[in-house]
């Protein structure tokens, strides 16, 4: 008896000629279903529709065609098993060799501005991923196909084995239809989420924490050369049907982006969100290895670059800098300066792209939403890997308290507001020293926090006078509340919290400084 081959496919890239490689040169006999029978007969191919062979139509505008049991009976069916065996013949069911299914274009329809949730709901596949599922556990008996680009493959196979199928072909295909179809779950339960009806602004059904199970899934980018050394193997992947964040990004010029590239640009995406409000004066910020060298604020973006540069030109070199304002030729011609890796703003003014194109290997990117970041953040730990929400809670000085005598000055809380953002994205113990709006001392990363305040305070030199000093995390001592008092800062913001938070507040009033309690730390490790 020929072999039996079930297509039923979306995608019809490539349909007509394989279907006639299987006919012609392998003798399959092919059932078909909706349009993908449709095609092959308009090719002049010999194929039985579905509802043929069957015996049932297929009903509900097309939701139901393949969901019977002798097409699930054909693909499950155990060649090895005589009860399997038997319940085929006693029913007239047909094995089937190869089932060949791609999917609703689920992804693709939701990508359109437009669409409605009653359209995304009518492109959720349901007889394809069960066929797929179906065939993928039973690959042991047949092959199962999910892509155009497998077809050239499997004939190849076929040629080369004398017309059989290697058992590890089978599975390794099998492999790629349970990828494809969670990839699929995982994009309809995304748009779901995200269709969630709310009241006020909020979901109208309360959440989990977090979530019971997490799924990541991503499409493959671009393979990169390397991870953060030569010897690691690294991928630049996509969530989501829709192209967002750097995925979205365009590239002016530059060398291809590499793995550090990409995590350092989104660090800088990071510290620059803080300064996306329309209120917000241009910002600049030149970041290495993640932590900021120099971030500032100007009367114009060229100024802003300036000031961030200037604050720590030696460790400038090579770094990544992120605007908060689109690149214009003042700047560009700053940027031409020094080397550096990348540039990333909300755009680039053409005068500003002919400046930048001298520096040929610096990569410029323009990413017009540098506000949208990821809602979770992932890292991996042996035997699985944690999920956290994203630290993007709105900063409100609003909410702070003032723990010490002296009181404030406006001047001084615009600027413990800037130094709390930088301070926000500097590895933990995190300490930074600013003056006029722009950092002069950062320390990053210290095993203890007097640490991190003495270098930050030996950055800074001369500039700590008059300066104010923030910390992502409380004083265990009051030790660091002297050593910055003694170092001529005026004001300390930091998030409290401690069992001797007194003890560095009577520090304080002794010597003078202002000190404000925010009652949100912001550790970054």
Same mark, same amino acid.
């Given at each position: 008896m020929a072999r039996l081959a079930l297509l039923s496919v979306s995608d019809k890239t490539g349909l007509v000629e394989f279907a006639r490689s299987l006919v012609e040169e392998f003798g399959f006999d092919i059932i078909s279903s909706g349009g993908t029978a449709k095609a092959l007969q308009a090719a002049d191919l010999p194929v039985t529709k579905v509802s043929d062979y069957t015996g049932f139509p297929e009903i509900l505008g097309g939701r139901v065609k393949t969901l019977h049991p002798r097409i699930h009976g054909g693909i499950l069916a155990r060649r090895d098993v005589p009860a399997d065996l038997s319940d085929l013949e006693s029913q007239d069911i047909r094995p089937i060799d190869l089932v060949v299914v791609n999917l609703y274009p689920f992804a693709a329809t939701i990508a359109r501005p437009d669409v409605s949730l009653s359209e995304a709901i009518e492109q959720i596949d349901i007889g394809g991923p069960a066929m797929l599922r179906a065939s993928a556990k039973n690959y042991a008996h047949l092959t199962v196909l999910c892509r155009p680009s497998q077809y050239s493959l499997y004939l190849q196979e076929l040629r080369q084995n004398s017309g059989e199928i290697a058992l590890e072909f089978r599975q390794q295909f099998a492999l790629q239809a349970f990828q494809h179809t969670g990839d699929y779950d995982q994009a309809i339960s995304t748009y779901l989420a995200e269709q969630s009806p709310t009241q006020n602004g909020e979901q109208s059904v309360e959440a989990p924490d977090l979530f019971p199970n997490f799924t990541l899934t991503g499409q493959q980018l671009q393979s990169l050369r390397y991870g953060e050394n030569p010897h690691q193997s690294a991928a630049w992947y996509q969530t989501g049907a829709i192209a967002s964040g750097w995925a979205a990004a365009t590239k002016l010029q530059g060398k291809e982006l590499s793995y550090n590239n990409l995590v350092d640009l989104e660090a800088a995406r990071r510290l620059i969100a803080e300064f996306m409000e329309p209120q917000s004066l241009p910002a600049a910020a030149i970041l290495k290895h993640t932590n900021p060298c120099g971030a500032a604020l100007g009367h114009t973006i060229a100024e802003a670059y300036e000031k961030a540069f200037n604050a720590d030109s030696v460790s400038a070199f090579g770094g990544i800098v992120a605007l908060n304002r689109p690149i214009d030729g003042a700047t560009a011609l700053l940027l031409t300066k020094?080397?550096?890796?990348?540039?990333?703003?909300?755009?680039?003014?053409?005068? /500003?792209?002919?400046?930048? /194109? /001298?520096?040929?290997?610096?990569?410029?990117?323009?990413?017009?939403?540098?506000?949208?970041?990821?809602?979770?953040?992932?890292?991996?730990? #042996?035997?699985?890997?944690?999920?956290?929400?994203?630290?993007?809670?709105?900063?409100?000085?609003?909410?702070?308290?003032?723990?010490?005598?002296?009181?404030?000055?406006? /001047?001084?809380?615009?600027?413990?507001?800037?130094?709390?953002?930088?301070?926000?994205?500097?590895?933990?113990?995190?300490?930074?020293?600013?003056?006029?709006?722009?950092?002069?001392?950062?320390?990053?990363?210290?095993?203890?926090?007097?640490?991190?305040?003495?270098?930050?305070?030996?950055?800074?030199?001369?500039?700590?006078?008059?300066?104010?000093? #923030?910390?992502?995390?409380?004083f265990p001592f009051d030790d660091s509340v002297r050593i910055a008092a003694a170092a001529g800062i005026q004001a300390i913001v930091q998030p409290g919290g401690s069992l001797r938070d007194q003890d560095s507040i009577t520090a304080a009033n002794e010597v003078g400084i202002v000190m404000l309690l925010t009652g949100v730390r912001h550790f970054l490790h």
């Open positions: 020094t080397f550096l890796e990348c540039v990333v703003a909300p755009g680039c003014e053409p005068d /500003a792209q002919e400046i930048l /194109a /001298a520096k040929s290997k610096v990569r410029v990117l323009v990413l017009p939403d540098l506000a949208q970041g990821a809602e979770y953040a992932v890292k991996a730990i #042996a035997g699985g890997f944690l999920a956290q929400a994203s630290d993007n809670q709105v900063i409100d000085s609003g909410n702070w308290t003032v723990a010490t005598e002296k009181q404030p000055t406006t /001047a001084q809380l615009e600027e413990l507001l800037f130094a709390w953002k930088i301070c926000k994205h500097v590895k933990s113990n995190a300490i930074v020293v600013t003056r006029d709006r722009a950092t002069v001392g950062v320390g990053a990363g210290q095993m203890n926090r007097v640490g991190s305040v003495k270098i930050a305070l030996e950055q800074a030199g001369a500039k700590a006078a008059a300066a104010i000093l #923030a910390s992502d995390g409380f």
